[in-house]
């Protein structure tokens, strides 16, 4: 398949987040974001709808990067205040932002199609210049984890000795936040929200199944969404040229992930049984 | 219209009777993962020729089981056994769509709802739904909040804390089934949300948080149509945006008198 140039791209950018996405999602399952990932991925499109309203395609970008920030600072402040819970105060700003976004939508005419593609992404046309835009996000992503690492895992293990040691909690969740909507920035315009929670969830939860040391959960998760994104694009292509059934890239990705989770899970109580009653790292709040 | 505003009023009123329990239980996620794993099964259902209900409800059930088998896993919990399975449903349900033709309609309808289009059918179903509900809450209400805030008292007090949560988990989920087809995932998850999470701001006592939650989801439903009408805007959005606006206002309206609480 990669005889046409534009699979190549697509395996290149789904490449690229991968490198990002096994790491991120190691910190998203020890501190048990899913749900806020869930909500990033929702509360971009407001910001995907004005940017383009305003700057046409150049626009989505920016305006993606204001409403995941936007986002990420009121999580924080709102789950910090503890007048709500914390899913519940999720939830909320979920369906309250993406309704901005949708209100918005449906003043314009060309309303389906703009949410369809917000769903899916469009992850054959990726332009080179989308690419390089993905690459330098992934740079600064994995600087910002490298930088925070450390001190995330303490947070997330030991609260109270972290906040005793001098870190400052709020700041600590705030930058975490931060990441994952720069994660979900650089790539729900390619590969739309029904892959990017995913990417954010599965490769850490899968790999956490065969073992339970952090760098290794990190490389095993890039390795897994890597394999993945290459199975996902050939499955959707045979589908598509020797089937005649229209699978999307995106969706053929996710559910091989998935897939190679549901296969991981019997092998690691395997393991589990000969090692003996391993000690549950992972389950710290 | 008319067949609009019973279904506003009545969804309201379903939610935020369950919204009670979802928001004290903290199970706004799984809520979040019910409406998405759900919409595998309606597409299933309606490329089958099944009804729909039917098919929501069973893939709601698989989804439940799902859960609550995974997070019992060593070093999965609740909360990434839910995004995977949140996740794994969706992209099942969106990828089924779209092999069948003229999907994006039924998608973006899927998202938001269409609580414009809704017939007589719809609105006698949730008033059922309602029904039925309304009646296991009474019945049951008080050892869902038994078993929800303290488990071991309530296996020793002689409750069967796995048929306790499994009765909550599955009216949760037939509330989710009822509603989203009428109103759509996100406008679902909202409605059961925002107003029991507004309700509970002003009160810790179960009956007044109730009355007051079901208070707020049929004010959302109304006013949210009345808005979407003027202004020309998805009347789903509308009515989400309502409800989070009253949970903004209490949140406001409930620290006024105790600064000395604020972080």
């Not at chain 1, 030991?158 to 400052?168: E, I, K, L, Q």
């Not at chain 1, 600590?172 to 790539?187: K, S």
């Not at chain 2, 269409?114 to 059918?121: K, N």
């Amino acid at each position: 398949m990669f005889e046409a140039p534009f699979m190549v791209r697509a395996f290149a950018e789904l490449a690229l987040l991968a490198l990002i996405c096994g790491p991120v999602s190691v910190f998203v399952f020890a501190r048990r974001l899913s749900f806020v990932a869930d909500a990033l991925t929702h509360t971009v499109f407001p910001g995907v709808v004005i940017g383009f309203a305003a700057a046409g395609a150049e626009g989505i970008f920016g305006g993606a990067l204001v409403a995941g920030v936007l986002t990420a600072v009121a999580l924080t402040l709102l789950t910090r205040a503890g007048l709500l819970s914390d899913d519940a105060a999720t939830a909320v700003v979920l369906t309250a932002m993406f309704s901005v976004g949708v209100a918005l939508v449906s003043r314009r005419s060309s309303y389906t199609s703009d949410l369809t593609t917000f769903l899916f992404g469009r992850i054959l046309t990726v332009t080179p210049r989308q690419l390089a835009e993905t690459a330098v996000l992934a740079v600064v992503i994995l600087a910002l984890v490298a930088v925070g690492a450390r001190a995330w895992i303490f947070r997330a293990f030991d609260p109270t000795g972290s906040a005793a040691a001098g870190f400052r909690t709020t700041w600590l969740d705030l930058w975490l936040n931060l990441v994952v909507a720069l994660v979900v920035v650089a790539a729900v315009r390619a590969v739309g929200t029904v892959l990017v929670i995913a990417l954010l969830v599965v490769p850490a939860a899968a790999a956490r199944t065969v073992t339970d040391r952090l760098p290794a959960m990190a490389a095993l998760g890039t390795v897994l969404t890597l394999l993945a994104g290459y199975a996902g694009l050939w499955v959707s292509w045979t589908a598509s040229i020797d089937y005649g059934v229209r699978l999307t890239s995106a969706t053929a990705v996710v559910l091989i992930l998935v897939l190679a989770y549901a296969v991981l899970l019997p092998v690691g109580r395997l393991r589990a049984k000969t090692v003996g009653r391993a000690k549950t790292v992972g389950q710290a709040r | 219209m008319r067949w609009a505003i019973a279904e506003a009023v009545l969804a309201g009123a379903l939610a935020g009777l369950i919204g009670v329990h979802v928001v004290l239980r903290r199970l706004s996620f799984f809520t979040m993962a019910l409406t998405h794993a759900t919409f595998p099964g309606v597409v299933a259902a309606a490329i089958i020729g099944v009804h729909i209900y039917l098919g929501g409800a069973l893939a709601g059930v698989l989804v439940a089981c799902g859960v609550a088998a995974l997070s019992r896993r060593r070093g999965q919990d609740a909360a990434a056994a839910t995004g995977v399975i949140l996740s794994a449903g969706f992209a099942l349900g969106v990828g089924l769509v779209a092999t069948q033709n003229g999907f994006s309609r039924d998608l973006s309808s899927f998202l938001v709802g269409s609580i414009l289009t809704v017939g007589p059918q719809d609105v006698t179903v949730t008033a059922v739904v309602l029904g039925v509900v309304a009646v296991v809450l009474a019945v049951g209400g008080r050892s869902f909040v038994f078993a929800g805030f303290d488990p071991t008292g309530a296996r020793a007090a002689g409750y069967r804390l796995g048929l306790v949560d499994l009765t909550l988990l599955v009216t949760i989920e037939l509330v989710i089934v009822t509603v989203v087809p009428a109103v759509g995932t996100i406008l679902a998850l909202a409605l059961i949300v925002a107003p029991a999470a507004a309700a509970r701001l002003w009160s810790d006592r179960l009956a007044v948080i109730t009355a007051l939650s079901v208070g707020f989801g049929v004010a959302s439903g109304l006013a949210g149509l009345l808005l979407s009408g003027r202004y020309d805007i998805a009347a789903g959005a509308a009515i989400t945006l309502v409800a989070a606006a009253i949970l903004v206002l209490s949140l406001a309206a409930t620290r006024i008198p105790r600064p000395a609480v604020a972080a």
